[in-house]
Structures are given as structure tokens and as C-alpha cells.
């Protein structure tokens, strides 16, 4: 199943406000645009996911485009997204912690909700920032409560896998040795439509990661190669914190980004910045000036 977030109108959704419910589409690719079918209000089904898919609300609407309801992540506000720094060797290589001692243990680092937003949604660049770099990911979607959780069990707890740009202000990650600012710009956060599990695999069958800036390939991998796994890294994170349904973790970007490159190559006002999952989809993102914030 391939699961949007869309915002109902208050008589769609039944209530006196606009309300965010989860759908389902066949689209992979963003912006996600046609017929969707209506699954569960958003925090019904983040209660219990897989009871959710499994007995959906069934109604068709039109999604995404002047007419269509709005299409949003899936995502609570109050959902913890947890992000792995320096999960391929190639990346840790190219840029300044090269010549840092490989970690036992991932380095975490987190994002805000507000940071996310569905495919095709512009993002600014900042003023005081030369541009924005780009990190093609995947995300991994939390499906159930995970506390001092094996391996095997965070694993079972995955619902599905999204594409995800983890876009980056540099100087303000740079500032100091918390990268959180660069982390966190407005709408820095596009990610893709829901994969579940059951279409997507594991990401250890190695599935095939491509960013491209204007059509021209700057980032491959293969997510067989992440230094540290997802459901390992997920049953790390549980032994210190709750993790709960809806909760993400974003699992690392490959060799590629700009800001490595010799001379620098950064996202700016009218560029387009695409990642391709093999499974997942592609996640298309227009560039903007710093006046669109």
C-alpha cells in the first residue's frame, strides 16, 4: 500500500474543521496528483496501523492539483523524526569528518515536523546561506510502540519506507558541533509517499538511491550499504527512548553532496532537485528564493 496524507475540508471529513486523514494511492512519483482512497483520520490510524489498512474508510477523492485536496506528509505533529549522520562510509569520506574514527554507534541528530512536506512543495533557500545542498535518503516509518526492543522486533515494527531529501543549510549546520539549525529550515524536509514493508522489501535487498540536480545525476548508492541498519539503529534508539507509532527515522545520505564538491555546488532559486528510490518512487522538489519562506 502507498499512503498520502491528505486535508479534508470539514464537511469531507465529517468534523467543523479541516482534517488530515490518511489515503492511499497507486502513485509513487510527486507530486502526487488523481484518485486516492480515503484510509483513516490521520491519528485514528497512527492508534493502530495495521488494523487501519486492514478495514479502510474506502471512499474516493481527488487529490493533489487546483482542485484536489491537499497533500500533505502523514505524519503527527508530535512524531519524533530521528536522523542518522554519516551512515555511508563514502560520504564520511568526502566531506569534513573524514578523518574522524568510525563510531560503535550511530551519530542521531533530530528534525522538527514542521520541517516536512509532501513532494512537489517548493523550498527556500535561506538569505544568509549560498544555497541549499541536497542529501537523498530513505526514511524508515515506526508502525508500532518499540521500548528496549530487539533487532528482530524493531524490525517487524517498520510499516514502510518513503524517499526523503534531507535538504541542508550549511553554514547553519556548521556554526557548531549540534547540527540541528541546518537541520530544520522551513520546508526542508520533502518526503515521499508511505511505502509499506510488504511492497517495499527490507533495506537490506539493496535497493537503488539516485539524486539528480537538474536532471544531471549527482548522488548513487544502494541502501545495502548503510553503515549502521535501520531496525538495528531503531532498537538502539529504544533502549533510551519510547519509540512510538508514526515516529521516523531517516537513515542517511550517500557520497554526492554539494557542498564536497570542488567548487561548491548548491541548490538555488530555480533549480529542481529529484530523488529516486528503486520501489519508493521519485520525490520532486522545486527551488526557491529566500522570499518564498
Known sequence: MRLIGVVLPPAAGGGAE?????????QLDTPT???????????????????AMAAPDGRGIEVGGD??????????????????????????AEGSFADVEHPPYPTLFARWTPSLV???????????????????????????????????????????????????SRIAQKLTSQWILGKNGDRSG???????????GDLRDGLHLETRVNGEVVQQSTSDLQIYEAAETLAHISRTLTLRAGDILCTGTPSGVGYARDPEWLLRDGDVVEVEVERLGTLRTPITGPGTR
Open 33 to 51: 496528483r488523481g484518485a486516492a482512497t480515503l484510509v483513516a483520520p490521520l491519528r485514528r490510524f497512527w492508534s493502530d496501523p495495521r488494523a
Open 190 to 200: 520533502p518526503i515521499g509517499p508511505l511505502v509499506t514493508a510488504d511492497e517495499a
Open 118 to 168: 509532501a513532494g512537489g512543495v517548493s523550498a527556500p533557500t535561506n538569505a544568509n546561506e549560498r544555497g541549499l545542498d541536497w542529501e537523498g535518503e530513505i526514511a524508515a516509518w515506526v508502525g508500532a510502540e518499540l521500548r528496549d526492543a530487539g533487532t528482530e522486533e524493531a524490525r517487524a515494527a517498520i510499516l514502510g519506507y518513503s524517499t526523503f531529501n534531507d535538504l541542508t
Open 18 to 26: 479541516p482534517e488530515t486523514w490518511v489515503a492511499s494511492t497507486e
Open 67 to 92: 482542485l484536489g485536496a491537499e497533500v500533505v506528509p502523514p505524519v503527527l505533529p508530535e512524531a519524533r523524526v530521528l536522523c542518522i549522520g554519516l551512515n555511508y562510509r563514502d560520504h564520511i
